[in-house]
């Protein structure tokens, strides 16, 4: 069978994560660097963290404790992944003096400070997005007040009675984000809505969905923790295409496509080229 292989434009690394690989490598391959301590994984894909353990940066649990900060090497540089922090954590840092690279994303960062203003004016925040996400889990510590909501449905258990901020994660899909804030609205028409998705997570969710449309079968390459690589897997489904999620690519055989002809291919924003690469030659081994 004649096969085509159709590869998204926008697909692989988004700028956030791009500085936060490249701030990280620097620091790596720079001699008088000091020992490199990611809070948390720095991105959801295993192969760049490996990577970047065999060049011997460390990945510490997040919470950095009192305990976990007191076993710390004098020399220890801490780096923030592009999810950000809490606002508690960024207060240990600053109490112990720990000499941090802010990785943290500009555009969670645009995000924080909408929430922060909200917060001044004594507003309640509202954050559209995953319960647990590391990004939603920062942003709402500088909320005074905040709540997650995740669909439709949760709208219903709000009870709010003065005028609150609605944000987003930067990552939500434009389904999600359009329904939940049109029931908001219906309830409360007083609510201040802020299309908070950004820019590359729209790009590549349009992407994908024309691709959808093009194609008979659709492989979505990124890490399987990684959140944005999981809504484009979903919004391909929900197109009605087969799907393929790959989240091994070494280890992935593309045996599955045989029935396809037109087969599309995206990345999350956490899926380096490499990645890419690797599942279009053994895609390429089809035709
Ligand atoms: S997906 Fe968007 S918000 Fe998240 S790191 Fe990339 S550019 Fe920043």
Known sequence: MEREIIVAKEAGFCAGVRRAVQLASDCLGNEPCKA???LGPLIHNPSVIEELGRKGMRVLDPSLDEEAISKLPN?????????GVKKEQYDVLKKHALDILDGTCPHVIAI???IERAAK?????VILGDKGHAEVTGLMSFAKEGIVVSSVTEVASLNLTKPFTVVCQSTLDSSTFESVTKEILRKYPFAKIFNTR????EKRQKEALSLCENCDAMVVIGGIGSANSNRLAEICRGSGKATFFVTDPPNWEPKELGPYRRIGVTAGASTPQSDIDLILSKLKSLI
């Open 121 to 125: 004016e004594g507003e309640p925040v």
């Open 75 to 83: 020399n220890a540089k801490l780096l923030i992944r592009a999810h």
């Open 112 to 114: 924080r400070k909408i």
């Open 36 to 38: 490199l301590c990611s």
């Open 198 to 201: 950004c820019q590359a997570t």
